[in-house]
């Protein structure tokens, strides 16, 4: 407390500098929200570098103005990604929720779910305005309800029930049992399933999951220029539409044909997909060696670490990538127009704690050591790769043994893509 000022009373300067402390911070904040915080993205560009700042516009196919209404406004084809800025990518959820045929999560408040037809009928305070929405079932891949008695590794288990083939309807019960059958029920305390032609009630206690025939399954693909929305809590969301204004939530149209309305707090971050990104995991390999330390083989894995896990990397959970282990090569042809190469590269920040591998990458069988072909661990960090491949023909990602063998040699490629 200062001398000069009595508890209870305040002088007419601090009134003054008080009010003048508040104007300048809204002006730094921005009218649209004043006294609050501004969220601050990164979007990184087609052509040159990185920038910064809060999204001030996000219009029609796709165009993007970051900071103040005289900054540059980015065509749709102009940028590649949105993230929140010092903000890692969250997890995948692991509560109850909805898993989409292509690929999309959404958590799910289960006392709102019921079988509707042929449709799923649920509500979300983010999609539909908070009312019931109702979702075709051949949409749907994995209805996720809570994990199995014995589960050491839940997004290995997502991913392989939302990628498993089943000509009819699979119920995963806790103790590990399964029964096949067509769904023909599902409320707030129970499921029904018509087995053989007989009807059986399961209490959803009991219940892991349900995975939906994979023969009846139909991707929602969107035709045109499209984005995937991560959301904090870990939902992705394949969008349509999206627009926002300074400071104004986020509105737009998933591919599922639900409507949204999210706060800019909760996005952390915007993929623009279909645009001139071209990611290796849309792409087959020429070709994949691997040279075993011992006697244990390994394969590459799209869109997951070696294990089948989650990539995990830089802090965050990636959803595109390859994971790979020592010592392997893979091989791809530079797609026509394709002017440079990038990527994060690291070993898996779970798996691959005891890891220890030299990284390289391969254009036209040139190599381009990482970090001066020094042992890469995890202490070392993710390793951002950025190189010029006009003209190429082929460019192979190189993982071989450091000093430790193979020990825990988890790599992930992440956000690995060509940029025409």
């Known amino acids: 407390m200062s001398p000069h000022t009595l508890p209870g009373r305040t002088t007419p300067f601090l009134i003054v500098l008080t009010a003048l402390f508040g104007v300048l911070a809204g002006v730094v904040q921005g009218a649209d929200?004043?006294?609050?915080?501004?969220?601050?993205?990164?979007?990184?560009?087609?052509?040159?570098?990185?920038?910064?700042?809060?999204?001030?516009?996000?219009?029609?196919?796709?165009?993007?103005?970051?900071?103040?209404?005289?900054?540059?406004?980015?065509?749709?084809?102009?940028?590649?990604t949105l993230r929140r800025a010092d903000h890692p990518l969250p997890a995948n959820p692991t509560s109850a929720q909805l898993i989409f045929t292509n690929g999309d999560r959404l958590p799910?408040?289960?006392t709102s779910v019921k079988l509707v037809g042929e449709r799923l009928s649920f509500t979300h305070p983010l999609l539909g305005e908070g009312k019931p929405l109702q979702v075709p079932l051949p949409v749907l891949s994995v209805l996720w309800l809570q994990p199995p008695d014995q589960a050491a590794n839940i997004p290995a288990l997502l991913r392989r029930l939302a990628s498993d083939r089943h000509p009819r309807d699979v119920v995963w019960l806790q103790n590990g049992d399964q029964l096949e059958g067509v769904l023909d029920g599902l409320q707030k305390q129970e499921l029904r399933l018509d087995v053989a032609r007989k009807l059986t009630t399961i209490p959803l206690s009991k219940?892991?999951?349900?995975?939906?025939?994979?023969e009846l399954s139909?991707?929602?693909?969107?035709?045109?220029p499209h984005a995937r929305l991560v959301l904090a809590d870990g939902?992705?969301?394949?969008?349509?539409?999206?627009?926002?204004?300074?400071?104004?939530?986020?509105?737009?149209?998933?591919?599922?044909?639900?409507?949204?309305?999210?706060?800019?707090?909760?996005v952390i971050a915007l993929d623009r997909l279909q645009a001139r990104a071209v990611y290796l995991d849309e792409l087959q390999p020429v070709r994949y060696e691997h040279t075993p330390y011992l006697d244990l083989k390994w394969n590459y894995t799209v869109g997951a670490s070696v294990d089948r896990g989650d990539l995990r990397l830089a802090r965050g959970t990636h959803d595109r990538g390859i994971g790979m282990h020592s010592a392997s090569r893979l091989t791809y042809h530079v797609p026509a127009g394709a002017q440079r190469f990038e990527a994060l590269v690291g070993l898996d920040e779970i798996r691959g704690r005891a890891g220890s591998v030299r990284l390289q990458v391969l254009v036209d069988d040139r190599p381009h050591p990482l970090e001066d072909n020094k042992d890469v661990t995890?202490?070392?960090?993710?390793?951002?790769?950025?190189?010029?491949?006009?003209?190429?023909?082929?460019?192979?990602?190189?993982?071989?043994?450091?000093?430790?063998?193979?020990?825990?040699?988890?790599?992930?490629?992440?956000?690995?893509?060509?940029?025409?």
């Open 207 to 214: 219940v892991s999951a349900l995975t939906l025939s994979s």
């Open 108 to 110: 799910l408040d289960l």
């Open 218 to 224: 139909q991707a929602p693909r969107p035709r045109g």
């Open 378 to 420: 995890v202490a070392r960090g993710a390793l951002p790769v950025r190189l010029d491949v006009r003209g190429a023909k082929t460019l192979t990602l190189v993982v071989e043994f450091g000093q430790r063998g193979d020990v825990g040699d988890h790599v992930n490629w992440v956000d690995a893509r060509f940029i025409k």
């Open 235 to 266: 939902t992705r969301l394949t969008m349509v539409e999206l627009s926002a204004a300074s400071g104004k939530p986020l509105r737009g149209k998933t591919a599922f044909g639900a409507t949204v309305e999210i706060p800019l707090q909760q």
């Open 33 to 80: 929200q004043p006294g609050e915080k501004p969220v601050l993205f990164v979007v990184s560009r087609a052509t040159g570098e990185p920038l910064r700042g809060p999204v001030r516009e996000l219009g029609d196919s796709w165009k993007l103005r970051l900071g103040t209404a005289e900054t540059p406004l980015y065509q749709g084809d102009d940028w590649l």
